[in-house]
Each structure stands twice: as structure tokens, then as C-alpha cells.
């Protein structure tokens, strides 16, 4: 699958995400001590204008800068919080994310394996009244991918090449190992075989 197949997957999946969410806040809310109200005007703006997410690149750079106010929720099961999460990030299961006291000034990002689960905690917070929410788009692998081993094609336009520089210095900040002169297919092969 090419990266633009896979793109286009997690973009239908964010956006199922996000309608199964919508669609699950009007049933009634899970949570007795939370009765949240949806701007189902407010929420297709926000998604409209791709307010709703954020990119690894993105989320990178505002934790090296450490943005005052930012809080990264990673809302994998526990043993996948503990193989690996993104740096700064604290652990809430979705099912418990209604009850996390945040502060309205916070800027709150969410992120999953692929992005379904963020997308609906996305709904949920904002149902609660949290407008400084955003989603992780393309979830941990495009953290993996984009931060800790991004790579350059040898036939990189130059603005690609010089784009790849600032993201490979972030990416070494936080430990990666940026790759120049690569396809995406031989890093994929050394993924598989753990290099």
C-alpha cells in the first residue's frame, strides 16, 4: 500500500471516527455525571478547516518549544502506553477521558494507533464544552513515520529536501533517525527487519 493509499485510509477513518461520535454524543452520553452538548455546526467548521487535528511534524515542534498548555493524551490500552508513546504523553483509556479534569485553557492533543479512537475522544471533549482539542491525524504511526523515521527520496524536489532538513533535526531531538536518499519502501524493509 503506498503512502497515499494509506493517507486516504486514515483520512476515511478519522472522518468515520468522527461521525460514529457525533452520532453516539446524540444517542446520550456513557457518562451520568456529563451531560455534553454538541454545536454540530461548531464541530463540521472545525473539521471543515482541518481545526480538528494536528501533525506529528506539528506536535513535535510544539513539545521541543514546550507550549505552555499543552497536554498530550495517548488513549491506547495500558501495555501499548508501556512498549512505546510519544514523548510527554499521559495515558487516559477513552472510556475514562470525560472525567480528566481539563482546563478550558489547555490545548488538549489526542492520539491512537491509527487515529478512530482520538478522533472520538476528539467528540467527547468537545461535547464537554473543550474548544482547544485536536487529534494526532494518522495516530502513533504517523509519529513513527514523520518524527522518528522520516526519509527523503534521492529524487526530492529541493524544497522537499529542505523541508526534510527541519524535520530531521527534530527528529534526532527526539531520538529518531532521519533518513536521506531512502525510499519509502527500503525503510519499510528495515522496519521489518528491526534496524
Known amino acids: 500500500m503506498t503512502n497515499y493509499d494509506q493517507t486516504t485510509l486514515v483520512r476515511i477513518l478519522a472522518w468515520m471516527a468522527v461521525i ?8 446520550g452520553s456513557p457518562y451520568s455525571s ?4 454538541i454545536d454540530v455546526d461548531a464541530l463540521s467548521r472545525a473539521v471543515q478547516h482541518e481545526d480538528d487535528h494536528v501533525t506529528a511534524v506539528e506536535l513535535a515542534a510544539w513539545i521541543r518549544a514546550r507550549r505552555a498548555g ?4 495517548d488513549v491506547r490500552a495500558a501495555p501499548e502506553y508501556d ?7 499521559e495515558r487516559v483509556s ?6 480528566v479534569p481539563f482546563r ?3 490545548t488538549i492533543v489526542l492520539y491512537s494507533d491509527g487515529g478512530a479512537h482520538a478522533a472520538q475522544a476528539w467528540v467527547f471533549l468537545r461535547a ?3 474548544d482547544r482539542v485536536r487529534f494526532l491525524r494518522g495516530g502513533l504511526q504517523d509519529w513513527l513515520d514523520d518524527v522518528m523515521s522520516p526519509s527523503l527520496a534521492p529524487t526530492a524536489s529541493r524544497r522537499d529536501s529542505v523541508a526534510f532538513d527541519g524535520n530531521a533535526a527534530l527528529s534526532r531531538y527526539f ?3 532521519p533518513r536521506r536518499g531512502v525510499t519509502t519502501a527500503t525503510v519499510q524493509r528495515v522496519r521489518r527487519r528491526g534496524c
Open 20 to 27: 460514529s461520535g457525533i452520532a453516539a454524543a446524540f444517542a
Open 34 to 37: 456529563h451531560n455534553g452538548r
Open 70 to 73: 499543552l497536554r498530550v493524551i
Open 83 to 89: 512498549a512505546y508513546h510519544v514523548p510527554t504523553a
Open 94 to 99: 477513552l472510556d475514562s477521558i470525560a472525567h
Open 104 to 106: 478550558k485553557d489547555e
Open 128 to 130: 464537554l464544552g473543550y
Open 175 to 177: 531520538g529518531g533517525v
